[in-house]
């Protein structure tokens, strides 16, 4: 089988970023084989969570240290994004820190637990940095939302390198961008419907450098998944309905998160894109059409 690379958005040529960030949510005990096959197949960016809840993100860490080893990818060449979850995220019987603790203390001890679970070598964690850190969700007030904020700026830019939040609405983004000394690299949330996509919160992203992240991008589009623009382009390029999704999704400046578990999918995901860009940019009149008709299905004019 061979090997896919890593592709970028063809709306932004200069931005070597790849296609994907894999999602490593709800993969349980099959969590390691599954992150091995993403690298081998092309994937550079993978998300996790201190969150044993949904993610193993142990299971994480030792399928990246191997792949180091194995030479798959080096520890340079992939971007490990994780997260902080809130008590009410998790299961109280298997979680990172003391759910009692007082908060700052909490962000520690997730983070420290992090820091092993990822870190580069088996039995070295001194060396060990996450790219990126996200409140998986805004705490219960504002102020407590940026007093974790402020305690996670104290690791960057040695141990993490970027911070973020999921699950989170324009007016908490703009609290955090205007009164933290590091501001949003990433902003993580669902892609759907029942939030109009998203479409103020994602031109404030855009405005001000901050990468927004979709998660549910199929699952959570069944309309848009059938959709006229989708449908032509993915018989004009000859994809799947998914990938002609996708690289429509991607053409918004959305990093799309993949968290297939076939390693078909994956390899279909990543040359498919490759695909789709190679004909947008042989027929570019043609390209301009579908995603000016897809623009308009998620960000209507009033």
């Known amino acids: 089988m061979a090997t896919a690379t890593p592709f970028s958005s063809h709306s932004r040529l200069g931005d070597e970023r790849p296609a994907f960030a894999y999602g490593t949510a709800w993969k349980k005990d099959q969590t390691k084989p599954l992150v091995k096959e993403a ?5 550079r960016r993978v998300d996790t969570a201190a969150q044993p809840k949904h993610y193993q993100e142990h299971l994480v860490g030792e399928a990246l240290r191997e792949a180091y ?3 798959i990818v080096s520890r340079k060449d992939v971007y490990v994004q994780t997260k902080y979850t809130t008590p009410a995220g998790q299961d109280l019987s298997n979680m990172p820190y003391d759910a009692n603790a007082p908060l700052e203390e909490q962000l520690h001890t997730s983070v420290a637990s992090s820091l092993k679970n990822l870190r580069l070598q088996q039995d070295d964690t001194a060396a060990s940095y996450l790219d990126c850190l996200l409140l998986h969700s805004p705490l219960p007030t504002i102020e407590q ?3 974790a904020w402020r305690v996670l700026e104290t690791y ?3 141990q993490i ?5 999921s699950n989170v609405t324009l007016p908490v983004v703009r609290e955090i961008y205007n009164t933290a000394t590091i501001k949003p690299s990433v902003v993580q949330n669902r892609f759907y419907p029942q939030t109009r996509y998203d479409g103020p919160l994602r031109a404030f992203c855009k405005e001000h450098g901050i990468t927004y992240q979709s998660f549910w ?6 309309k848009l998944l059938k959709s006229q623009p989708v449908a032509e382009l993915a018989q004009a390029a000859q994809v799947s309905l998914p990938t002609a999704l996708y690289v429509l999704v991607m053409d918004l400046g959305v990093e799309v998160l993949n968290g297939t578990t076939s390693a078909e999918h994956m390899q279909e995901d990543l040359l498919g894109i490759a695909k789709a860009r190679e004909w ?5 009149g043609n390209w301009v059409e579908f995603t000016t008709a897809f623009a308009r299905l998620v960000e209507p004019v009033a």
Request: net charge positive.
């Open 217 to 222: 991008t199929l699952t959570g589009n069944p």
């Open 161 to 165: 390198k970027a911070l973020g939040i």
């Open 39 to 43: 690298l081998k197949q092309g994937f």
């Open 280 to 284: 947008a940019t042989a027929n570019p």
């Open 156 to 158: 960057v830019p040695h």
């Open 69 to 71: 080893t194995e030479g």
């Open 145 to 147: 939302t940026l007093q």
